[in-house]
């Protein structure tokens, strides 16, 4: 079956994250704002955090699917719709729209957000959440980054 490989692929991602955690990871934080909205994040911070996304997704222009499906425009893109991307049932019947709110419940724990999802490594802090958010938000569906 074609999820076997893509499954395995996210094991040896996990591995890799385990051993990367403890140089990059930070304790989890609360959300900073009140009510569950979520808090402005720092690109920069989160290109750094998206190192350790990077051993399974791709980014920027010319990118292409990898473990996992690239991520330019997945701001605002509807859950398992990048072409070319072999995604989950659990990925592509969620439902979800990738917006900054379903991001931030996601990206903590992606089995508890979407059961079944392949993606079983979560980004624990939730100040890196925030800084990852930040970090996609600057790329369009071309994979261009947003002038400053």
């Known amino acids: ?31 900073a704002a009140p009510g569950g909205a979520a808090a402005a994040g720092d690109p920069v911070a989160g290109e750094k955090v998206f190192g350790l996304c990077g051993v399974c997704h791709r980014i920027g222009p010319g990118a292409m699917n990898a473990v996992g499906p690239v991520l330019n425009g997945v701001v ?40 079944s999802t392949p993606m079983s490594i979560g980004v624990p802090s939730a ?13 369009d569906a071309q994979g261009n980054k947003a002038a400053k």
């Open 127 to 139: 100040e890196d959440v925030q800084n990852v958010i930040a970090y996609l938000k600057q790329f």
């Open 76 to 115: 605002g893109r509807k859950a398992g719709t990048y072409p070319g991307f072999m995604y989950s049932d659990a990925n592509k019947n969620s439902g979800v729209t990738w917006t900054e709110a379903a991001l931030t419940q996601y990206l903590p724990d992606p089995q508890k957000f979407i059961p």
């Open 1 to 31: 079956m074609a999820s076997r490989p893509r499954q395995s692929g996210y094991l040896l991602a996990a591995a890799l994250m385990a051993l990367a955690l403890p140089a990059f990871g930070q304790p989890p934080a609360a959300p």
